[in-house]
């Protein structure tokens, strides 16, 4: 399969890109190309006009600093993965990127077109809203902060406008929470059916963000009680509050099982 024919751009700085994206109101962003080029392919979409930003230099960085780690937009998955400081910072984070897809996809895909590309199932939106990040959003008028909590609308839909460029994401490192993260999966590298980010702060308070359940990241707030049936009890709960998608009775008993999962694997003790 072949996409529609467009005219292909290529930009070396943000300035560049930006301004491009000004003028060119119909035109798209392509990074990785691992969910937009199938999409043209089977000519779901059609841009006209193709900008590629990966040749712009200094977005695929990661620094710490003051208790907040910056990831460049075009970092790759498998890089995400493998990064030293994350994996010490966020553990939760590079186990997440090595669940994307299989190596050669995390080796072309971004953080940047997959937290924009906002696949349901995906694992880094789900990750960014558990991990309270903020994103960094260019364009020709200016920089504006989303925090990613708020950046998620519903299936495939984002707080993005037209003309903006994920740059940058921020994420405040937090040693009061402990975090886990399970999918279920059919094979290794699928997108998942149901997945599960939990926080557990010391005094038992904590959260879970789902994804691959409804049309977007999940979290609600609970209070992770002390025994398996009164935390499936409170997460059941909690998901009678989500919109869940089409085989909603499996969906639900996933959502506990991966959630249940993710929990232990913090607070130790037996799987299920
Ligand atoms: C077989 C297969 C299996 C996969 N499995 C998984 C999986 O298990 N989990 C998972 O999460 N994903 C999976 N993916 C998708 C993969 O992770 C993609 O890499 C990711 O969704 C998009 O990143 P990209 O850089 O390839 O973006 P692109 O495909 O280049 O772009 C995607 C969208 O984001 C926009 N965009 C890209 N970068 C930016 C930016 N910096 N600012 C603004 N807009 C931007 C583009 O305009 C486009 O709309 C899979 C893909 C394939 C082909």
Known sequence: MKPASFTYYRSSSVEEAVQWLGEHPEGKIVAGG????????????RPEELLDITGIPDLASV???DG?????????????????????????L?????????W????KGTLGGSLVHADPAAELPAAMVALNATFELASSDGVREVSAREFYLGFLMTDIQPGELLT?????????VSFGFIEIARRPGDFA??????????????????????????????????TPEERKVALLEQLDTVDILEDEMYRRHAAVTVAEQAYRSVVGGTQL
């Open 104 to 107: 050669a996809i995390r080796n």
């Open 34 to 45: 691992q969910s937009l080029i199938p999409l043209m392919n089977f000519r779901l979409s």
């Open 63 to 65: 620094v710490e600093a």
């Open 168 to 176: 940058h994401v921020s994420i405040p490192i937090r040693e009061d």
């Open 68 to 92: 907040v780690l910056d990831i460049g937009g075009l970092i790759r998955h498998q890089a995400l993965a493998e990064h030293e400081v994350l994996q010490r910072q966020v553990p939760v």
């Open 193 to 226: 059916l149901a997945g599960a980010f939990v926080e557990v702060a010391g005094d038992g308070t904590g959260a879970v963000t789902w994804f691959g359940i409804s049309g977007g990241p999940e979290r609600r707030e609970l209070t992770w009680a002390d």
């Open 94 to 102: 590079t186990d997440a990127a090595r669940h994307v897809g299989h």
